[in-house]
């Protein structure tokens, strides 16, 4: 399984999210602070959509610390990018969470600061609300409503 989170990030870093979603088990569950809950095919359309929004524009992920067993692993990631709505730069550190099923990833959590994130990627705005709960919220609703767009030209 240790392979399986390798391909994962290889493909995250080369931009290549249909490889990144074959990762992924029809019934997967993706969560992450940003995203919230997603279940199946709209786990995969994610990726697509932050993949196609960072072409030519300089992300760069860096994984390491993977750990894997026969059910279950982890491992820690790091990305580094321009949020376009702001243009300001973000390096986001998390830690992601993982279980198996049939030699996919039926779950994935992405763990990271919020708070810590928000500030980076709106300034002051983000570091006086990015701990709320309505921040997050709103977050989410917003996250969500780009991914309905996204999913609606697919």
Known sequence: MKELIEKFYTAFTNLDAETMASCYHKDVVFYDPG????????????WRMLCS??????????HSNISAF?????????AWYTFSKTGRKVHNVIHAEFEFKDGLIIKHTDHFNLH???GQALGTSGKLLGWTGFFKKKLQTQTNRLLDKFESTL
């Open 35 to 46: 995203f919230g809950e997603l279940k199946g095919s709209r786990a995969g359309n994610m």
């Open 53 to 62: 929004n960072q072409k030519g524009k300089g992300l760069k992920v860096v």
């Open 70 to 78: 026969e059910n279950s692993g982890s491992a820690d990631w790091e």
């Open 116 to 118: 810590r994130w928000s």
